[in-house]
């Protein structure tokens, strides 16, 4: 089966491509399909926004439609950025974002943050599956590792001694927030399936 996934970030691709590798399906972004309009995500929670990309992929497609929404929300800031992670503090450039979320944090030692990502599948035959997944951690006073994309490198999990961003593709995929959310979507695939 082909779907697509509604995103242009070659990161998540990879990420999710691998996951979704050993059910055999082939996964395409809008980018691989030659379509360059996102819908405004105007939804209030990471479910409004997951479904309005899924359903405008769907819709620009024909095929099944994958799409997530994710976000950084941390304690201190009362859950912010959350679905404005991607745009927090008015910056595009993840550096820029993390500069940014590192000097409003620059007083506080609250460091508690968790990442939340919401998966929405939506079928051309109107089924819908949405699923979530969360990772704990805390926010570094200053960026470390290379990989990942995002706010990875400011992201730190405690019981890894690690950011996000100094570990191997597959070793994140195994415990972030995407990864427990999609594998959670292939357990539902499964059990739809009995």
């Not at 089924?127 to 706010?151: A, W």
Request: net charge negative.
């Amino acid at each position: 089966m082909t779907i697509v996934l509604a995103t242009h970030n070659p990161g998540k691709k990879a990420e999710i491509g691998e996951l979704l590798a050993p059910l055999g399906w082939e996964v395409k972004t809008l980018a691989d399909l030659n379509i360059t309009e996102a819908p405004e995500e105007t939804g209030e929670t990471f479910l409004e926004n997951a479904r309005i990309k899924a359903l405008a992929a769907l819709n620009a497609t024909g095929l099944p439609a994958l799409a997530d929404d994710s976000g950084l929300c941390v304690a201190a800031l009362d859950g912010a950025p959350g679905v404005h992670s991607a745009y927090f503090g008015g910056f595009d450039a993840d550096t820029e974002r993390n500069a940014h979320l590192l000097r409003v944090m620059d007083k506080t030692d609250n460091r508690a943050a968790y990442f939340v990502c919401v998966m929405a599948l939506c079928y051309p035959d109107g089924r819908e599956i949405s699923v979530e997944g969360r990772l704990d951690g805390e926010i570094l006073r200053e960026p470390r590792g290379e990989n990942g994309f995002g706010y990875d490198p400011v992201f730190y999990l405690p019981e890894k001694g690690r950011s996000l961003a100094e570990m191997p593709r597959a070793e994140k995929s195994a415990l972030s927030h995407r990864g427990i959310a999609l594998r959670a979507l292939i357990d539902s695939l499964s059990k739809a399936c009995q």
